[in-house]
């Protein structure tokens, strides 16, 4: 199959799952041509954490290389936020590294353009701009003169202004702190940010119009992919709800978080308490991931070893660490160690959510303003409303 073929069939794909509903987006989606902005990708496909390199311009590597640019996957293109990482991999054939950019999987970028609800001269910013391919969508939904695209990386900038001048496209693009917004082309109508943070920035909401919207990837270190779609309601607040479906981004190279494994060869695992426990490591796969990623101040790790069962780790960046596996009598225990009982705040996370009724991630909301970020059950203005008063500044209201 070509290229038009890939991507015609990609469309079916998402129409068909439900994540391109409208025809502006489908339209954008079927005449922009992802593997313009994917030339090459690094594929994580080894079991020890090498990456693969998967160069496009090698002729014996075009079929596989159109083959997974149009698959409805996450694409790492940059490791280590350089060029040496790519240079290393063609001469040794694997490179280890750090992913530092990506091309969105088209699934979540679509769901996200389809939530944002964007009507025609309506101007967006969006933040973090990578390798441009959202952009390139945007443009052809929008018009050039209505997408405004920032990132830190000038280089990320530079080949992104290239490959969308290739086809056509000229928006406003600029290489700044995306935490900052973009003040230059405000007010917006909306504000999409496809990476994470740890906090809505208050540029954000300043520079969006009254009722205009924000939709972002709260970054916590457990995870959670928790999405939040919110509406300024003056030029310091803003509230809404979370979508009801995970989406997860690499954090911004400002607000990075030790990497868990990093964490992880970094404690005593000889030391520690061992008790038994109700609550596994993989019901953070579920419905209760979000609540407890907004709720539990750890990063999460599973790990297998040689001569045991598999342990699911959360790890602190104070040295605390738990671990959940079982035992050969099939009994659940935790072996935990460090200032925080990580499991313990767990364990209260999950009985809290239990008590109210294992509300799904859409069922919840947040306010955020100069007073904070508050997260919600229901409504702003429920008995159940919660300080996330541990989340990192992104700047000063």
């Known amino acids: 199959m070509n290229d038009t073929e890939l991507r015609a069939a990609l469309?079916?794909?998402?129409?068909?799952?439900?994540?391109?509903?409208?025809?502006?987006?489908?339209?954008a989606f079927e005449r922009v041509p992802r593997h313009v902005f994917v030339p090459r990708v690094f594929l994580d496909r080894d079991a020890d954490g090498w990456f693969v390199p998967l160069d496009g311009d090698r002729p014996e590597c075009r079929e596989e290389w159109l083959r997974t640019v149009y698959s409805d996957d996450t694409l790492f293109t940059q490791l280590d936020g350089d060029e040496q990482a790519w240079k290393t991999a063609l001469a040794e054939r694997r490179v280890t590294g750090v992913p530092t950019s990506s091309s969105s999987q088209p699934a979540l970028m679509a769901g996200m353009l389809e939530a944002l609800d964007i009507e025609g001269g309506r101007r967006v910013l969006e933040i973090?701009?990578?390798?441009?391919?959202?952009?390139?969508?945007?443009?052809?939904?929008?018009?050039?003169?209505?997408?405004?695209?920032?990132?830190i990386d000038p280089a990320l900038v530079d080949?992104?202004?290239?490959?969308?001048?290739?086809?056509?496209?000229?928006?406003?693009l600029a290489v700044v702190d995306g935490g900052d917004g973009f003040a230059d082309?405000?007010?917006?109508?909306?504000?999409?940010?496809?990476?994470?943070?740890?906090?809505?920035?208050p540029a954000w909401v300043a520079q969006t119009h009254r009722d205009g919207r924000i939709l972002v990837n709260l970054h916590r270190p457990l995870g959670g992919g928790a999405l939040v779609l919110l509406t300024a309601t003056d030029a310091e607040h803003a509230s809404g709800r979370f979508l009801p479906d995970y989406g997860g981004f690499m954090p911004t190279r400002?607000?990075?978080?030790?990497?868990?494994?990093?964490?992880?060869?970094?404690v005593d695992h000889a030391d520690g308490t061992t008790r038994p426990t109700h609550v596994t490591f993989d019901a953070l796969d579920g419905p209760f991931g979000m609540f407890a990623a907004l709720r539990v101040p750890a990063q999460r790790l599973g790990i297998v070893p040689d001569d045991g069962?598999?342990?699911?780790?959360?790890?602190?960046?104070?040295?605390?660490?738990?671990?959940?596996?079982?035992?050969?009598?099939?009994?659940?225990?935790?072996?935990q160690s460090g200032p925080i009982d990580l499991w313990a705040l767990l364990e209260n996370a999950?009985?809290?959510?239990?008590?109210?009724?294992?509300?799904?991630?859409?069922?919840?909301?947040?306010t955020v303003g100069p007073e904070g970020h508050s997260l919600w059950l229901d409504s702003p203005d429920s008995g159940h409303v919660w300080d996330?008063?541990?989340?990192?500044?992104?700047?000063?209201w």
Not at 129 to 136: D, M
Request: charge should be negative; hydrophobic fraction near 35%; include cysteine.
């Open 11 to 27: 469309v079916e794909q998402l129409a068909g799952a439900g994540v391109l509903r409208s025809e502006r987006w489908r339209r």
């Open 128 to 151: 973090g701009t990578g390798t441009g391919y959202n952009a390139a969508l945007m443009c052809e939904a929008l018009g050039d003169e209505h997408v405004v695209s920032v990132d």
């Open 159 to 172: 080949s992104a202004k290239e490959r969308l001048a290739s086809l056509g496209y000229r928006p406003t």
């Open 185 to 201: 082309g405000a007010p917006y109508d909306r504000i999409i940010a496809t990476c994470s943070l740890p906090a809505v920035p």
């Open 254 to 266: 400002t607000y990075a978080t030790p990497a868990a494994l990093d964490l992880y060869e970094g």
């Open 309 to 335: 069962p598999e342990q699911g780790w959360l790890l602190g960046t104070d040295g605390s660490w738990a671990y959940q596996t079982v035992t050969e009598e099939g009994v659940s225990v935790v072996r």
């Open 350 to 366: 999950h009985a809290e959510w239990d008590q109210l009724g294992r509300p799904p991630r859409q069922a919840f909301g947040l």
């Open 388 to 396: 996330l008063g541990d989340i990192a500044a992104c700047g000063d």
